[in-house]
């Protein structure tokens, strides 16, 4: 156990310390908006706590502990501009393990097209779509030891230009007999540069400009690689404090982005008779974003047990962000 707690100072020491921030290095950066009601009302807090099909946005190794079927949805308008939607199911395949899908989609309304000689408008819109679509196997190696893997297909559109390509998730969780200690880490993103391509990239290029009746060529405009969003994270979650119909549970989440500073979240459930839940957290190290308040009730239908959460993200310049959750399980 003193091994463990030495180990884990020294992850949270080294992921904390002040390092070369490559800001604004990837894109795709739908993928690292918190979906889940319930991880973002604790602050973000998710790689030792996710256990239902909600794992899927965070560590794959969560969705080891379903039994049965667990459906998730959710859904947030970000900042009054896009509408954005998670879906995940999960089967449990006995003692094979459990495997799942997931989707994630973005979408903004129509904008109207304006040039120089337009200024007021064209009369032509163009809009913009993201889509992940992910397949996760998870399973327990041990009793306490689950390790999970998701592949997923990631697709962006900026109007008529595409960009798409694949990428991988990683996670492990393993959960100590004191209080339901768990210690976790999960890679996420991992994949090659993306590329957009199109035909509004397509152009006319005069081979010599000197000779205005030189022949014109078809060619095409060749944008930028960029790199996707990897997200490393490692974090700790525990039972605080539990009585027959009171339990608080904290966790702990230290993340390093490719793409930005090293940062920290901390968040805290408390339940009663596991059915109606209370949350908080904050972020540290984020320049907007940084407390976030959630609650939840669960109910019975017949066999299926039915969740509904809620979050609220506090921003301290960009509009505050709700977030609405639904979770299934039978």
Request: avoid cysteine.
């Amino acid at each position: 156990m003193k091994k463990i707690i030495v180990v884990l100072v020294l992850l949270f020491q080294s992921a904390l310390l002040p390092q070369y921030s490559n800001l604004g290095a990837s894109g795709a950066q739908f993928l690292e908006i918190p979906l889940g009601a319930a991880t973002a009302g604790m602050g973000g807090v998710a790689a030792g706590l996710v256990k239902d099909a909600s794992s899927m946005f965070y560590n794959p190794a969560g969705l080891a502990a379903v039994k049965g079927y667990d459906i998730h949805f959710s859904y947030l308008k970000m900042f009054d501009m896009f509408d954005i939607n998670g879906a995940g199911v999960g089967y449990s395949l006995g003692e094979s393990g459990v495997l799942g899908v997931s989707l994630i989609s973005v979408s903004s309304d129509k904008v109207e097209i304006t040039t120089e000689k337009e200024p007021n408008g064209t009369g032509r819109f163009y809009d913009a779509q993201d889509l992940a679509m992910g397949l996760t196997y998870s399973r327990f190696l041990t009793d306490r030891f689950s390790a999970g893997l998701s592949v997923k297909y990631i697709y962006q559109r900026i109007w008529n230009e595409v960009a798409d390509g694949i990428a991988f998730d990683i996670g492990t969780q393993y959960r100590l007999d004191f209080n339901n200690f768990t210690i976790a880490m999960a890679m996420t993103n991992f994949g090659p540069d993306l590329r957009f391509d199109g035909p509004d990239l397509n152009v006319v290029f005069s081979r010599d400009e000197n000779y205005p009746l030189s022949r014109l060529a078809p060619a095409s405009l060749k944008t930028d690689p960029y790199a996707l969003p990897l997200h490393f994270r490692v974090g700790i979650a525990m039972d605080l404090y539990q009585q027959d119909f009171f339990k608080v549970r904290g966790g702990i989440d230290a993340t390093h982005p490719n793409d930005n500073s090293e940062r920290l979240h901390a968040g805290a459930e408390f339940s009663f008779y596991d059915r109606l839940y209370l949350r908080g957290g904050y972020k540290y190290n984020y320049d907007d974003e940084q407390a976030a308040l959630g609650a939840g009730f669960s109910f019975f239908l017949g066999e299926a047990l039915l969740r509904f959460d809620y979050a609220y993200s506090v921003f301290d310049i960009l509009p505050d962000i709700q977030r609405i959750s639904l979770n299934l399980e039978f």
